[in-house]
């Protein structure tokens, strides 16, 4: 039998709650919900779910300071829901350690999705997050809440979607090989078919943003027959 | 009122000069009359009782030592001349018979004894003076000595004639000294300069009123620009400065009342967020899919909505910091978002060195711009040209176009061309409201220019480096 995917939704409103619960029941989820954090706590004792969605917003407890917690005992892949949606939020939702966020009103398909997503990624690579919404390689900077690349001398790069999920996904899994099977998936949310090039156009893409030499690569590096490794060290940038 | 000028300067100047000019003639008119005739009388006086003495000593005198003793005189203001008869003189002036009454009343009174005594004043051109004939006095001359008498100092001689015991006449010509002030040659520039000086203190007080009043000008016109700008600085005289003050609070008012309606759209815009949640999950689960469609399409305008409303109010986030962009790499960038939704969005050319500004506004301002190129123009050109002083992005769309008196107001918030651009092309009419607020921000600006020789219009961004 197929595993049904356990998802933790902990939201205040009640409507919302229920009508949340539904949907993602009906699209194969087995959900539980809790109103605050003190149900979530309950919850994640004896109900063990796979992925949580966490509303910013609650009484007491905030989600952001939930998160952090959560983070703090495990693994366990979290989606913020945020009905204010201003960069600050997503720069502290990303440095509580949360995998994705997404504001209200969101589109429930799109949930769905990211949702998936995060499942599908914890399972085919080692979790990873940033846990700061800046990460420093090879003398840039790529600012995760902004969704842009800065260039050692402080030049502003802006990244098109699929070129920021593509980097996100190599600086935040480097000098790890990843195939163009897992960056398909994980950048573009599809399969590779058989001589499939966009991958290798997105990433040559990628090398011209990063002024990476195209026929001697030394931050995105080709591995023959294997895909590509992001070769520079990680850290945090402040 | 025509006649006034129209500025508050010019009025008060005219005012205070004609208010000296008045007080100066009054003053001296009075000063003239009054001085003049007082100065005349003392003078006179004593003038008379010499004449007088000078009678008694040549009436004593034999006829010839007359000659030596006038001889001896000559040369002081009175003239003497010994005359067998009385001599003609021209009669003078009605007006001043009072005086020669007066004159011949002192003069009596010092002689002493009983001698037949006339007195004639009466008014000597300038010219006569020099011993010439009245040839050269002006008809102004004797206009002005007629009716001006008192202006002309030593032009009047007092011709006293004295009839001696022997039957010989004393004639005494005496000039009668006049007051200085009246000349009318020191009169006029004298009032030239008091006019110069006062002008000038005129016009310094009358600007340092009118300075901060064209300043409070200014600065409303500016504060009609912007609202949020800063206040005005409190300058000038106290009444002044009390406009400006009041000026100042009304623009407080002015922005707590924009910020007030800011706010309640903000708040209304926010709490729709979690409605429009649930009814896209309840949409989410009706059974029949039609119906879910048209939901969910109509749910979909309302976010979009909402979300550009709120952006609208943050523009340009809360921190509104210039960093060097690469805008080649933001406009190829935005492109290929466009793209891979199956759109097509050509770029021409590339800047030439980065641009300093807010990066995520100018994606935000391009993108809004290139997205209204794809929606009513089916495709979108960029063009991006740069130099020194400024650099300029077109987006070019070949699509309907917009009539020429509705292109300012395409930019207003929600304004929507519903003929040609209705809602079920999308867009929530606020997307160029922001583009033009980012512009402006930036110090540059937003216009939207029909193409003359193709279809569609070309949205042209300016900004300045």
């Given at each position: 039998?197929?595993h049904?995917?356990?998802v933790?939704?902990v939201?205040?409103?009640a409507?919302?709650?229920?009508?949340?619960?539904e949907?993602?029941g009906?699209?194969?989820?087995?959900?539980?919900v809790a109103?605050?954090?003190?149900?979530?706590r309950?919850?994640?004792?004896?109900?063990?779910?796979?992925?949580v969605v966490l509303?910013v917003?609650?009484?007491?407890e905030?989600?952001?300071?939930l998160c952090?917690?959560l983070r703090?005992?495990?693994?366990?892949?979290?989606?913020?829901?945020?009905?204010?949606?201003?960069?600050?939020?997503?720069i502290?939702g990303?440095?509580m350690?949360?995998?994705?966020?997404?504001?209200?009103?969101?589109?429930?398909?799109?949930?769905?999705?990211r949702?998936?997503?995060?499942?599908?990624?914890a399972?085919?690579l080692?979790?990873?997050?940033?846990?700061?919404?800046?990460?420093?390689f090879?003398?840039?900077?790529?600012?995760?809440a902004?969704?842009?690349l800065?260039?050692?001398?402080g030049v502003?790069?802006?990244?098109?979607?699929?070129?920021?999920?593509?980097?996100?996904?190599?600086?935040t899994h480097?000098?790890?090989?990843?195939?163009?099977?897992?960056?398909?998936?994980?950048a573009?949310?599809r399969?590779?078919?058989p001589?499939?090039?966009?991958?290798?156009?997105?990433?040559?893409?990628?090398?011209?943003?990063?002024r990476?030499?195209?026929?001697?690569?030394?931050?995105i590096?080709?591995?023959?027959n294997?895909g590509?490794v992001?070769?520079?060290q990680?850290?945090?940038?402040? | 009122?025509?006649?006034l000028p129209r500025?508050?300067?010019?009025r008060?100047?005219?005012?205070?000069a004609?208010?000296?000019?008045l007080a100066q003639?009054a003053?001296?008119?009075?000063?003239?009359?009054?001085?003049?005739s007082?100065?005349?009388?003392l003078?006179?006086?004593q003038v008379?009782?010499?004449i007088?003495?000078m009678?008694?000593?040549?009436?004593?005198?034999?006829?010839?030592?007359?000659a030596?003793?006038?001889?001896e005189l000559?040369?002081?203001?009175?003239?003497?001349?010994?005359?067998?008869k009385?001599?003609k003189v021209?009669?003078?002036?009605a007006?001043?018979?009072?005086?020669?009454?007066?004159?011949?009343?002192?003069?009596?009174r010092?002689?002493?004894k009983?001698l037949?005594?006339?007195?004639?004043?009466t008014r000597?051109?300038?010219?006569?003076r020099?011993r010439?004939?009245?040839?050269?006095?002006?008809?102004?001359d004797?206009?002005?000595?007629r009716?001006?008498?008192?202006?002309q100092?030593?032009?009047?001689?007092?011709?006293?004639?004295i009839a001696?015991e022997?039957?010989a006449?004393?004639?005494?010509?005496?000039?009668?000294?006049?007051?200085?002030?009246?000349?009318?040659e020191?009169?006029?520039p004298?009032?030239?300069?008091?006019?110069g000086i006062?002008?000038?203190?005129?016009?310094?007080?009358?600007?340092?009123?009118?300075?901060?009043l064209?300043?409070l000008?200014?600065?409303?016109e500016?504060?009609?620009a912007?609202?949020e700008?800063?206040p005005l600085?409190?300058?000038g005289?106290?009444?002044?400065?009390?406009v400006?003050r009041?000026?100042?609070?009304?623009?407080?008012?002015?922005?707590?009342?924009l910020?007030e309606?800011a706010?309640l759209?903000r708040?209304?815009s926010?709490d729709?967020?979690?409605?429009?949640?649930?009814?896209?999950l309840?949409?989410e689960m009706?059974a029949?899919?039609?119906q879910r469609d048209?939901f969910?399409r109509d749910?979909?305008?309302?976010a979009?909505?909402?979300?550009?409303?709120?952006?609208f109010?943050?523009?340009?986030?809360?921190?509104p910091?210039?960093e060097?962009?690469?805008?080649g790499?933001?406009?190829e960038?935005?492109?290929?978002?466009?793209?891979a939704?199956g759109?097509t969005?050509?770029?021409q050319g590339s800047?030439?060195?980065p641009?300093l500004?807010?990066a995520q506004?100018?994606r935000?301002c391009?993108?809004n711009?290139?997205?209204?190129a794809i929606?009513?123009?089916e495709?979108?050109?960029?063009?991006i040209?740069?130099?020194?002083?400024?650099?300029?992005?077109?987006?070019?769309?070949?699509?309907p176009g917009?009539?020429q008196d509705?292109?300012?107001?395409v930019f207003?918030?929600?304004?929507r061309?519903?003929?040609?651009?209705?809602?079920?092309s999308?867009?929530?009419?606020?997307?160029?409201?922001i583009a033009r607020?980012?512009?402006?921000?930036h110090?540059?600006d937003?216009?939207?220019?029909?193409?003359?020789?193709?279809?569609?219009?070309?949205?042209q961004?300016?900004?300045?480096r």
């Amino acid at each position: 039998m197929q595993h049904t995917d356990h998802v933790l939704v902990v939201d205040d409103d009640a409507e919302l709650r229920d009508l949340l619960s539904e949907y993602l029941g009906r699209n194969g989820f087995r959900v539980s919900v809790a109103r605050d954090g003190r149900e979530m706590r309950q919850l994640l004792d004896t109900a063990s779910p796979d992925i949580v969605v966490l509303d910013v917003m609650l009484p007491g407890e905030d989600g952001l300071a939930l998160c952090r917690d959560l983070r703090a005992r495990s693994n366990l892949p979290v989606i913020m829901l945020t009905a204010r949606g201003e960069e600050l939020d997503r720069i502290i939702g990303i440095e509580m350690g949360a995998d994705d966020y997404l504001s209200k009103p969101f589109n429930p398909r799109e949930l769905l999705a990211r949702m998936k997503g995060i499942l599908r990624r914890a399972r085919s690579l080692p979790p990873a997050r940033a846990e700061s919404h800046r990460l420093r390689f090879a003398g840039w900077t790529l600012d995760l809440a902004a969704r842009h690349l800065i260039a050692d001398d402080g030049v502003v790069v802006p990244l098109s979607g699929t070129e920021f999920r593509l980097l996100q996904i190599f600086v935040t899994h480097p000098n790890r090989v990843l195939d163009r099977n897992q960056l398909m998936d994980l950048a573009l949310g599809r399969e590779a078919t058989p001589f499939d090039r966009a991958i290798d156009v997105q990433v040559s893409r990628l090398r011209q943003r990063l002024r990476d030499d195209a026929r001697e690569p030394r931050i995105i590096k080709t591995v023959r027959n294997g895909g590509y490794v992001l070769a520079a060290q990680v850290e945090k940038a402040a | 009122m025509r006649l006034l000028p129209r500025s508050l300067f010019g009025r008060t100047l005219l005012v205070l000069a004609a208010g000296l000019l008045l007080a100066q003639t009054a003053s001296l008119l009075v000063n003239l009359l009054d001085r003049g005739s007082a100065v005349y009388r003392l003078s006179a006086q004593q003038v008379a009782i010499r004449i007088a003495h000078m009678a008694r000593v040549l009436n004593r005198l034999p006829e010839a030592a007359r000659a030596e003793l006038v001889e001896e005189l000559a040369g002081t203001d009175v003239q003497i001349l010994i005359s067998t008869k009385p001599i003609k003189v021209t009669k003078g002036y009605a007006e001043l018979d009072v005086y020669e009454a007066a004159f011949a009343r002192a003069v009596r009174r010092s002689l002493g004894k009983p001698l037949e005594t006339t007195v004639e004043i009466t008014r000597l051109p300038r010219a006569q003076r020099a011993r010439d004939a009245q040839a050269d006095a002006s008809a102004f001359d004797l206009w002005m000595g007629r009716h001006f008498y008192f202006l002309q100092p030593g032009q009047f001689s007092v011709v006293v004639q004295i009839a001696l015991e022997d039957g010989a006449v004393a004639v005494f010509v005496a000039r009668v000294p006049q007051e200085r002030l009246a000349r009318l040659e020191t009169l006029v520039p004298r009032l030239a300069l008091w006019l110069g000086i006062f002008f000038a203190l005129a016009a310094l007080v009358v600007r340092m009123v009118t300075r901060p009043l064209a300043r409070l000008a200014r600065g409303a016109e500016s504060i009609g620009a912007d609202p949020e700008g800063p206040p005005l600085a409190e300058e000038g005289p106290e009444e002044t400065r009390s406009v400006i003050r009041a000026f100042n609070r009304m623009q407080i008012r002015v922005q707590a009342y924009l910020l007030e309606r800011a706010e309640l759209l903000r708040a209304v815009s926010h709490d729709l967020k979690t409605p429009i949640t649930r009814m896209r999950l309840r949409s989410e689960m009706l059974a029949d899919a039609a119906q879910r469609d048209k939901f969910l399409r109509d749910l979909g305008e309302m976010a979009q909505m909402v979300d550009s409303t709120l952006e609208f109010f943050r523009s340009l986030g809360n921190d509104p910091r210039r960093e060097p962009v690469d805008i080649g790499a933001l406009v190829e960038s935005l492109a290929e978002d466009w793209r891979a939704m199956g759109h097509t969005v050509e770029v021409q050319g590339s800047p030439e060195r980065p641009y300093l500004g807010h990066a995520q506004a100018l994606r935000r301002c391009i993108d809004n711009l290139v997205g209204n190129a794809i929606r009513y123009g089916e495709r979108a050109r960029v063009v991006i040209e740069d130099d020194a002083h400024c650099l300029r992005i077109r987006v070019e769309d070949e699509g309907p176009g917009i009539p020429q008196d509705a292109l300012e107001r395409v930019f207003e918030p929600f304004f929507r061309l519903e003929a040609s651009r209705n809602r079920a092309s999308g867009g929530t009419g606020l997307g160029l409201s922001i583009a033009r607020n980012v512009a402006r921000w930036h110090g540059g600006d937003l216009v939207l220019q029909n193409r003359p020789q193709h279809k569609g219009i070309t949205a042209q961004l300016r900004l300045p480096r």
